[in-house]
């Protein structure tokens, strides 16, 4: 649906406006730089002021020039345009602030020129010609639901500095790590030992980013094991090329496993005491034979023996694997014959799929998993996905090619595996990072820009891209739902689901492959609210009955009672 911009007047310039007549040509070597009022993720909430700052040099002293700036939405539309006066010092530099559009949520791109052609230089990852920021739902306005309730969780590269990007995200559940390779590393009983340590010091062992009492209360899940074993519990050779210490266990290895995962459930049972569930994933991404050296039988063997030590250690626990990818169904039924489903009480997935995910295949390969372990279980049990994403940048293989389609395709995948029936979705990632060098475009898979070409991973300065406003309206809308299914109103490369909060019905629709389609749903008695992805609505009313909604490939969110 169209974004509705209501403004038309002129924007409040905390400088002063000037014409073309009292300008002086820009100097050739005149240059600026340009930030927001909040730097650190220019991230803000509807209303609230949004100043950019430019600051020039090279400039002509006691010489005018003219800045133009331009901010664009995450489709290319005008939003506002203007025309700002720089004036030399004796020094040839000039600063100037300027009020920007927040009356509507959304991203914003802003560009700016001088007459000699100087533009916005590049930060990090974000290329040159534009800054970036995001105007989302107020986080403080947002309802906890628990950890029961809360359907969204995010993956890694936090840093205070940041500000609280879970908070202004809407998203309660973090990945609570090291795994058994980095815990116990030299010898069994290694995490047993610094626990005790720490705990008799009065200290946290291990570190944890979840905190069930913080002001923005969030929620664990335990990774037992990530893409390893220590080397001691394996045995020699049983890895594989791409994941050499994931291999088969040893005798020590079978009886340090057991002891190391009774130990972190109950580490974690005493550490996260007031959830009503705890999640441990025990496995990450063993696919056989790339992932996981041994027989389906030899893997299946790690979760017979962590399924009893948990459950011997945390009552609330909810033992969670294999976390195999959407297209593994045939590696996953050999697991199933192992005996899987005896030793999990859930299923973990990474469901990753390539741009466009509709068109790979991903609704139905999740229905084809969510089958294959209702059938070897004899009933359904709990799916989590625990990562996906897309990067916007070229060189991945799940690259969605540019920002905006990177946002259409981590908004979708979140709908279709909430929509499916998962419990908790995690997305991936907070911002960008690198193996060598900023300017590297395979690893661009953050929500934000990482505006800081010195820290790779955690960086201190972000700025959003169209990911950051569509995600936050996402939650907003959707946490704490219940899904009730497909939408059976769709029709072609129409997609759709419907989810529940009290009495509240909230319908999330698009059209992956058109440019524009119209899907007819029936109302009963009321006026329901349609709203953009970015968490912009208005009421519409129905016709005979029914709402007509145009879709396109950006969800469009309808919330009302009786639909």
């Not at 007549?21 to 949004?50: C, I, K, M, W």
């Not at 459930?265 to 990450?284: E, K, L, N, V």
């Not at 219940?482 to 009290?502: A, C, D, F, H, M």
């Amino acid at each position: 649906m169209p974004r509705l911009y209501h403004f038309i007047a002129p924007l409040t310039l905390i400088a002063a406006c000037f014409s073309a007549s009292e300008v002086a040509n820009a100097q050739v070597g005149a240059a600026f730089t340009v930030d927001t009022n909040r730097p650190n993720n220019s991230t803000y909430v509807l209303d609230e002021d949004v100043e950019l700052h430019f600051s020039a040099t090279g400039l002509t002293p006691s010489k005018s020039t003219s800045l133009a700036v331009t901010v664009l939405d995450e489709f290319g539309v005008t939003v506002a345009s203007h025309s700002l006066l720089l004036t030399g010092d004796a020094y040839g530099k000039a600063s100037v602030a300027w009020r920007a559009p927040s009356w509507v949520y959304g991203y914003y791109r802003v560009e700016a020129t001088l007459p000699n052609g100087a533009a916005v230089h590049g930060l990090g990852t974000r290329p040159a010609g534009f800054i970036t920021y995001a105007v989302i739902p107020d986080p403080n306005k947002r309802v906890n639901y628990g950890d029961a309730g809360s359907r969204f969780g995010f993956c890694g590269g936090f840093s205070s500095k940041q500000g609280n990007l879970m908070q202004l995200l809407g998203a309660r559940y973090l990945l609570d790590g090291p795994g058994w390779s980095t815990l116990e590393k030299d010898y069994p009983g290694e995490f047993a030992q610094a626990r005790s340590q720490a705990v008799a010091n009065g200290q946290t062992y291990p570190f944890h980013l979840a905190n069930n009492n913080a002001p923005w209360p969030t929620y664990a899940l335990t990774l037992v094991m990530t893409k390893g074993e220590p080397v001691w519990a394996i045995v020699p050779g049983s890895g594989t090329t791409a994941w050499p210490t994931m291999g088969v266990l040893n005798s020590t290895g079978q009886t340090g496993f057991s002891a190391y995962s009774k130990e972190r459930a109950a580490a974690t049972a005493a550490d996260f005491p007031q959830q009503s569930s705890r999640y441990y994933q025990i496995t990450w991404e063993p696919e056989v034979p790339s992932g996981f050296g041994g027989t389906p039988a030899q893997l299946v063997e790690f979760y017979r023996i962590a399924h009893a030590a948990i459950h011997s250690a945390d009552p609330k626990a909810i033992v969670m694997g294999p976390t195999m990818l959407p297209m593994d169904n045939t590696s996953l039924a050999p697991l199933y014959s192992a005996g899987l489903a005896n030793y999990i009480d859930a299923v973990s997935v990474h469901p990753y799929a390539h741009w466009p995910p509709e068109a790979h295949a991903l609704p139905s390969n999740l229905r084809i998993q969510m089958q294959m372990a209702k059938t070897a279980k004899g009933y359904s049990i709990p799916f989590i996905s625990t990562e996906h994403g897309f990067s916007s940048g070229l060189g991945s293989t799940v690259t969605a090619y540019n920002e905006l389609n990177q946002a259409l395709g981590n908004i979708r995948t979140t709908l279709i595996v909430l929509g499916e029936g998962f419990k908790v979705d995690f997305s991936f990632y907070t911002a960008d990072f690198w193996a060598l060098s900023a300017s590297e475009t395979t690893n661009t898979f953050g929500f934000y820009w990482n505006l800081n070409p010195k820290i790779a991973f955690g960086t201190d300065k972000v700025g959003p891209k169209p990911s950051v406003p569509a995600y936050a309206a996402m939650t907003n809308f959707l946490d704490g739902t219940n899904t009730i299914g497909p939408v059976s109103e769709v029709t072609g490369t129409q997609l759709g689901y419907r989810s529940k909060r009290g009495t509240t019905t909230i319908l999330a629709l698009w059209d992956y492959a058109a440019a524009a389609s119209v899907v007819s749903i029936p109302v009963v008695g009321e006026v329901p609210k349609i709203c953009d992805w970015m968490g912009n609505c208005h009421p519409i009313a129905p016709t005979n009955g029914h709402l007509r909604v145009h879709l396109s490939a950006a969800p469009t969110y309808v919330v009302g009672e009786n639909i």
